[in-house]
Each structure stands twice: as C-alpha cells, then as structure tokens.
T-cell receptor, first 115, second 113 residues
Framework: DTGVSQDPRHKITKRGQNVTFRCDPI?????LYWYRQTLGQGPEFLTY????????KSRLLSDRFSAERPKGSFSTLEIQRTEQGDSAMYLC?????????????FGPGTRLTVT | AQTVTQSQPEMSVQEAETVTLSCTYD???????LFWYKQPPSRQMILVIR??????QNATENRFSVNFQKAAKSFSLKISDSQLGDAAMYFC??????????FGQGTRLTINP
C-alpha cells in the first residue's frame, strides 16, 4: 500500500494560466475526494467521485474548475484562467466502500501559488 | 448544513503533560462519524482517532482519547503524556454517510520541552 499520491507537490503559475493536478488514490479505493485548504484553515470540500462518477460538487467549484476520474482510478483537477484567490493547498483523499467507518486517507497535497 | 467549530486557535502544553482540544458540531442527523486528524508542518494529514455516533463508549487510541457528548454535540480530544512529535495542527471533522468531511478551523498545538 503506497498511499495516496499527488503530483506535482508544488506549482507556481501566473494569473490567467491553466493548471492541472493529478491524484492517485490507494489502489482499489473506489471513492476519491478533492479538498482545498487555505493557510491556517481547515480543508473545504470541492468534489467527490465514486468510481468514475462525479457525485457531488461544492459551490466553491466555479466553472473554471473541472475534475475527472475517467477510469475510476486516478483523478485530475484542472483550474482554468487561474486567479490569485486560487492560491491554496489542494488535497486529495480516498476511501473504500468496504470501510464502514468512512475513513478517508489523504495525500500530501499540491500547493498552488498564483502570482 | 453541518458545521464544526474549534474555539481554540492555539494551545500549548509542557512535554509529558495532558492537553484537551475542544470541538463542537451542529447536525440534525443521528447517525454520523467524528474524527480528529493531525497535520504536522509540511506533512500530510493523518487520522488520529474516530468515533461512531451510535457508540456511547468513548474511543481510545494509545495516548489519545475522546470525550464524546452526543446531546451536547461536543467531541474533545485528550492527549496524555504529550510528546514533541505531537506538535501539529489538529482538525476535528464530521461525516455523515459516504460523503464529504466537514472540518473545523483547526487548533495549533505546541509542545514545550
């Protein structure tokens, strides 16, 4: 079990550019979550997949944000036309439907800085 | 909507002493789970302890224990025999069903040697 991995770990981009992050969940975990964490705050939910289906999206996820999980394995989160307010840590987590306790395992996150 | 509140932005404790972190939550559901997560500086979030709402017995994991008061919607974390490695941000979180975690604002815990 290699845990949840995220790539890249850090991303610096200029305002207006597009960025894409990748998350690889723990193998055989069918649920995958994206959260956003700003400095000094708790993570906030963005979106959630069960297998390849995107089941819920937060109102935080504006139309500049899109997430996919095409084959029910890894997921990508794309931000178009980045703004300075998008600067944050983007966390990915996964869980298994076999885990009745609903424990989510987190990746190390991707820190985005928009200049 | 469910909310989670941590009223202590920062706490400090002497090494080997005991510290309690507070958390309250608001929900109209009766079946849910509560968690404490630890996020060390520049490291990923890890689960410290979990509590199922239907269980009256308070959860315990080694030096970590909770005081779960369902009627009061309170879920505090007690760390006994504090160690330098316990220094981190601690987040209280709520989940109902296989859905999103709702986190509190966090408490930064400092351990004084």
């Amino acid at each position: 079990d290699t845990g949840v991995s995220q790539d890249p770990r850090h991303k610096i981009t200029k305002r207006g550019q597009n960025v894409t992050f990748r998350c690889d969940p723990i193998s055989e975990h069918n649920r995958l979550y994206w959260y956003r964490q700003t400095l000094g705050q708790g993570p906030e939910f963005l979106t959630y997949f069960q297998n390849e289906a995107q089941l819920e999206k937060s109102r935080l996820l504006s139309d500049r944000f899109s997430a996919e999980r095409p084959k029910g394995s890894f997921s990508t989160l794309e931000i178009q036309r980045t703004e300075q307010g998008d600067s944050a840590m983007y966390l990915c987590a996964s869980s298994s439907r076999d885990t009745a306790l609903h424990e989510q395992y987190f990746g190390p996150g991707t820190r985005l800085t928009v200049t | 909507a469910q909310t989670v509140t941590q009223s202590q932005p920062e706490m400090s404790v002497q090494e080997a002493e005991t510290v309690t972190l507070s958390c309250t939550y608001d929900t109209s559901e009766s079946d849910y789970y509560l968690f404490w997560y630890k996020q060390p500086p520049s490291r990923q979030m890890i689960l410290v302890i979990r509590q199922e709402a239907y269980k009256q017995q308070n959860a315990t994991e080694n030096r970590f224990s909770v005081n779960f008061q369902k009627a009061a919607k309170s879920f505090s974390l007690k760390i006994s025999d504090s160690q330098l490695g316990d220094a981190a941000m601690y987040f209280c979180a709520y989940i109902q069903g296989a859905q999103k975690l709702v986190f509190g604002q966090g408490t930064r815990l400092t351990i004084n040697p």
